[in-house]
């Protein structure tokens, strides 16, 4: 069972940054979609940011020039820098992962693999 386990998380003052990362194990597939997702309470979750195999990367409008998403292959580890925060980025930010090649909106909304999430706050 592939184990995502994420970190970075906190509680930080508008404008500043985080970086929050994604360590997979026992992923064994060829290709990956991976990406990062949140959820504010109250609210539905949606997609942030997404890179797939190939190393093309998405993101949603409200996060664009905001936010990087990137990968270390090596390490097995997905990084979302998250920059010039806002309070309304609070949320539970959760990784994900699919064995598709590429991150198409399907695949984004039925990814095979979720980490418990990470909380990260905003405050004004």
């Known amino acids: 069972q592939v184990l995502l386990v994420e970190s970075g998380g906190g509680s930080v003052q508008a404008g500043g940054s985080l970086r929050l990362s994604c360590e997979a194990s026992?992923?064994?597939?060829?290709?990956?979609?991976m990406g990062w997702f949140r959820q504010a309470p109250g609210k539905g979750r949606e997609a942030v940011a997404a890179?797939?195999?190939?190393?093309?990367?998405s993101y949603a409008d409200s996060v664009k020039g905001r936010f990087t998403i990137s990968q270390n292959n090596a390490k097995n580890t997905l990084y979302l820098q998250m920059n010039s925060l806002k309070p309304e980025d609070s949320a539970m930010y959760y990784c994900?992962?699919?064995?598709?090649?590429?991150?198409?909106?399907?695949?984004?909304?039925?990814?095979?693999?979720w980490g418990k999430g990470t909380l990260v706050t905003i405050s004004s």
């Open positions: 994900a992962a699919d064995p598709s090649v590429f991150c198409t909106d399907y695949v984004l909304s039925h990814m095979d693999y």
């Open positions: 026992r992923y064994t597939y060829r290709s990956a979609c």
């Open positions: 890179i797939d195999s190939d190393g093309n990367s």
